[in-house]
C-alpha cells in the first residue's frame, strides 16, 4: 500500500512550525508496512489543494491529509474537496453536539463559524472528534482513500491511532516490510562503506540498505520487502549478525536506542555508578547522561571544571600537571577522570577537555583537539580526537564520544 | 519570487529524521520577501527526483533541493541531475582539495568514493563547501534556478546563509524589506497577545507581525515593507519602542541573540564571574553557557549535583534542609546557589532543583516542579515553577528559565 501526506498550513511554508505530524504519521504508517512515497506541504489555497489531491490520488492508494479544518477564514479544505468530489457539505449531527458541548463545558457562545466545523462532505464517512471540535472525513473514490483529518497534533494522532491506521491495515494485502537499524559510532560515513563493501554488495536483492549519519554516529537501516514476516526477521537477522564480523567495535546498539540508554542500562544491571568531570564540553556529557528517564539510579553527578583553578580545587589535578603538560593533555583528561571519580565515589567516571574553539588552539593542540579519559575500577585510558567542526559541533562530537568511550570500557569490562 | 523547497531522502518518508531543514529554509527565504509555495521530500530515487524538479522549475522561480549528496551508494542525486540537464560531471578542484585536505587534517586515507564527492555538473556554478566536504550546485536554465546543497543540516545552513540567500537577494527586485526580532520570555504567547493587542492593532499597515514560540520564549518578529530602507529602520524601531512599553519586564533582547549570549555579554562588561549548579538539568545550564565562544572569560564551572549526598557534600547543602525541607524546596536551591558561589568564588551563581518526570512527583511537589535559585554579591532569590510537559521539555525549559533569571538579576544590580 502507497501513501501520500499532504500538510495544508501556510505556517509551515514560512517555517513559523516545523511539520513533526507529517514524520510522526509517516513513521506510525511505516511500522504498519505502509509505503509513504511522498510528503507535501502547502498552502491554504484551493487550487493548491486541488491540484496535489489530484496527483496523489493518481499515484498512492490513500491520501492523507492533514490541517485546514479550523473555524477562521483561510480554512477552506472543506469547500476544496467538496467542489472535487461533486458532493455538498451537510451537518454531521455527532460533530454539532460535539461542537455545542464543547462551547457549553467551556461557558462560550456558539457561533455560526462555530458550527460550520460540524459540516462534513455529504457521501463521506465522518468520524466524530473526541479530542477536539474538527471530524474527520474519509472519502473513497474509484478504490482510493483521501483522509481529511485536522492538523492540530493530538487531534491528528487521536484519530490515526483510533481510526484511520486500524482502517487502512484492515485494507492492506500481505506484503510484508521488516526494518532493523543498526547504531555505529566511531567510524565515518565513507569508511564505513569502504569496510563493510564486500557485505554490502552481497545483500539480498530485497534489502535496501541506508546511511543516517550524525555527529559521529551512523546508522545503518536495513528494510527487507517479501511475504513472509518471519522468513524477513530472519533473513535481516542473518545479515546484520554478518555485518558484526566487520565492525564489531563500532555497534553499540539496534533500532534507534540512545548509547546514553544502553550505557544506562549496562550500569543498572551490574548495580554501578557514574561521575562526569567537563571541562570543553561544559555539561552535556550529564545533560546526555541525564536526558534517560532513572538516571538518578545510578548517575551521581559531575563536576564542570572550566578553569584551570577548579580542575586543580575540585578535581585535584595537580599543578604541576597543568603546567608542565596543560589542560588538553592526556595527563590532565586522565587526572579529571580519577579526581571526579574519588570525589563521588563512583565505579567509573569520564573526563573531556579539549579546545572547541573558534579560539584557543596552538600548533600541539589546534582547534578540534579534545582528550577523553574514562576512569574505572582497574584502570583509566585516555584517548586523543580532533573533530575541527563548529564550536557547537565540537561539543556535540566530543560528548557523544565520551559517552560512547565509556560504553566501550564497560563493555570490555565484563 | 516564488521558491519550491525539495527535500531528498528515505530517513525523512519513514519519519526517523523530522524535516527540520525545510522549515528553517523556509524561515529564512520568508525573511526575504521569497515566497515557499511548496515543500515536497521525496526518496532518492531518480524518477522521483526528475519529476519533482522538472515540475517546480515550471512553478517556481527557484528550487531548492536538499540531500543525496553522500558518498555512499544511496545517494543519486548528482547522477540524475547530469541526466536531467543533459551535462556531465566534472572535477571541481577547489572541491576536490576540499575533501583531500579534510582527509589529510585528519589522517585519513582517501578512497575514490570520497573523491567523487568534489564531482560537479559540467555547466554549474559550483560552490564550495567549507563546513564539510560535499559541493553546492547553482544551475541555471531558461532564467530558473535549481540549487542542489547537502542534507547535513549546518552545511545546508552555511551554504544558505553565505552564498545562496544573497545570490537570490541580488537577483530579486528593489523592494525593501526590514525585519526586527523581539525577544520575550516567561510570558505565555495567547497572555503576550492580549497584554500587546492595543499596540498590535495600531501597527502601521506595512509592518506584519509573527509570533514564533520555543521554550519558554515567545519571539516576536516584525516585518516593515517599503521603498526606502531607512524609514522603515525608523519606523520599526519607534513601534518596538513603544512596546517596550508594554512588557519591558519579558523582553530580553534583539534578533535572535541568546540569552546565553547577552548574560555573557553583561558579565564580560561588568568583569564577573558565574558558575552553576544544577540537579534536574544535569549541565544543560553550564551547556548553554558554554555554547558561547569565549565563555571560560567569566564562566567557572559547576556542579552537576544529581544525589543529595552530592548536594551535601560539594554544594554544602546542610543535611537537616535537605531531611527538613527535601531536595526540591526553597531552601535546598537557596543553599545549592550559595554553596556553589563560595565553592566556585564567583560573583553570581545559579541553581536549578525538580522533578523531570515521568515519575518521582509527590502531592506536595508535582511533576514538573523546578525551583531556581540565583545567588549574587548582595542577596539570593528562588523561585518556584511548575512545567508540565516531557521530561526533556523541562530540563530544556528550566535551563532556560535559569538563564532568564540570572538576567533579571544582573539587569537588577547594574
Known amino acids: 500500500m502507497k501513501a501520500h501526506i499532504i500538510s495544508i498550513g501556510d505556517e509551515l511554508l514560512i517555517g513559523q512550525v516545523v511539520n513533526t505530524n507529517a514524520s510522526w504519521m509517516a513513521a506510525e504508517l511505516n511500522k504498519q508496512n505502509i509505503d509513504v512515497s511522498r510528503i507535501v506541504t502547502i498552502s491554504d489555497d484551493a487550487d493548491d489543494i486541488r491540484t496535489n489531491i489530484e496527483k496523489s490520488m493518481a499515484e498512492a492508494d490513500v491520501v492523507l ?27 454531521h449531527q455527532p460533530s454539532l453536539d460535539n461542537v455545542t458541548d464543547y462551547f457549553a463545558k467551556r461557558g462560550l457562545p456558539l457561533s455560526e463559524v462555530n458550527k460550520q466545523q460540524a459540516l462534513v462532505l455529504a457521501d463521506c464517512e465522518p468520524i466524530r472528534n473526541m479530542v477536539g ?26 484519530v490515526m491511532s483510533h481510526h484511520i491506521v486500524p482502517k487502512l491495515v484492515s485494507r492492506m494485502g500481505h506484503e510484508a516490510i521488516v526494518h532493523k537499524t543498526v547504531m555505529t559510532f566511531g567510524i565515518g560515513e565513507s569508511f564505513l ?13 530485497n534489502i535496501k540498505l541506508a546511511y543516517l549519519p550524525q555527529a559521529g554516529k551512523v546508522r545503518l ?16 537477522d542473518k545479515e546484520v549478525e554478518k555485518l558484526q564480523g566487520y565492525i564489531a567495535d563500532n555497534i553499540y546498539g539496534y533500532d534507534d536506542e540512545s548509547m546514553e540508554s544502553i550505557v544506562g542500562r549496562l550500569l543498572l544491571e551490574r548495580g554501578e555508578t557514574l561521575a562526569t568531570a567537563e571541562s570543553c564540553t561544559g555539561g552535556l556529557v550529564g545533560r ?35 603546567q608542565q603538560h596543560g589542560a588538553v593533555s592526556s595527563e590532565t583528561a586522565i587526572a ?30 589546534p582547534r578540534g583537539t579534545v582528550w577523553i579519559a574514562v576512569a574505572g575500577k582497574h584502570n583509566t585510558i585516555a584517548e586523543k580526537f580532533v573533530f575541527a567542526t563548529t564550536r557547537e559541533q565540537h561539543q556535540e562530537r566530543s560528548a557523544n564520544q565520551a559517552i560512547f568511550s565509556l560504553w566501550l570500557q564497560l563493555r570490555q569490562s565484563k
Chains 1, 2 share one sequence.
Not at 68 to 81: A, E, N, S, V
Not at 221 to 236: E, F, P, S
Open 221 to 236: 537501516r536495513l528494510t527487507a520487502h517479501g511475504n513472509d514476516k518471519n522468513a524477513l526477521i530472519a533473513l535481516v
Open 65 to 91: 491529509v492533514t490541517g485546514g479544518l479550523g473555524p477562521t477564514k483561510d480554512d477552506i479544505t472543506k469547500k476544496t474537496l467538496a467542489d472535487m468530489f461533486h458532493s455538498q457539505l451537510v451537518v
Open 193 to 205: 562503506s569502504d569496510k563493510i563493501e564486500p557485505w554490502e554488495t552481497n545483500l539480498p536483492t
Open 336 to 365: 579529571m577522570a580519577e579526581g571526579c571519580r574519588k570525589a563521588f565515589q563512583t565505579d567509573w567516571a569520564v573526563a573531556t577537555t579539549g579546545i572547541s574553539g573558534p579560539d584557543g588552539g596552538t600548533d600541539e593542540n
Open 288 to 322: 546526555k547522561v541525564v536526558a534517560i528517564a532513572g538516571a538518578s539510579n545510578y548517575y551521581q553527578g559531575g563536576i564542570i571544571a572550566y578553569s584551570n583553578d577548579i580542575k586543580h580545587q575540585l578535581l585535584n589535578v595537580p599543578e604541576e600537571t597543568l
Open 133 to 158: 471540535t474538527a471530524p474527520t472525513m474519509w472519502i473513497e473514490r474509484n478504490g482510493r482513500v483521501v483522509v481529511s483529518m485536522p492538523g492540530v497534533p493530538f487531534e491528528m494522532q487521536w
